[in-house]
């Protein structure tokens, strides 16, 4: 198992922005891939955007085009730029990994867009 620290959520206007951030506590080897998950009240969690161990990005379609996912390998961090927020992006927002033997999530961080 992995420890994942999320942080860089808060409250911003829409059409704000945040970059999120997610640290791993110890150095993981053999990460196949890193993803955002986000949970709405009331709703299911759903994927966000991911990136694999190659760098192939993928994204959910109400996200495309104005959130960008990234990797720091030498720092095992994962970040999610996320530009012009809308109010239904607000959710509480989680970190997850991948191994060949195991998966972690973090703890979540609260994005709020709200005027």
């Known amino acids: 198992q992995a420890h994942l620290v999320e942080s860089g959520g808060g409250l911003v206007q829409p059409g704000g922005s945040l970059r999120l951030s997610c640290a791993v506590s110890?150095?993981?080897?053999?990460?196949?891939?890193m993803r955002w998950y986000r949970q709405a009240p009331g709703k299911a969690r759903e994927m966000v955007a991911g990136?694999?161990?190659?760098?192939?990005?993928n994204y959910a379609e109400s996200v495309k085009g104005r959130f960008t996912i990234s990797r720091d390998k030498e720092k095992d961090a994962v970040y999610l730029q996320m530009d012009n927020l809308y109010p239904e992006d607000t959710a509480v927002y989680y970190c997850w990994l991948v191994t060949a033997t195991f998966n972690s999530w973090g703890q979540g961080t609260q994005v709020t867009v709200s005027s």
């Open positions: 110890q150095r993981i080897f053999g990460v196949y891939a």
């Open positions: 990136i694999s161990n190659t760098g192939i990005t």
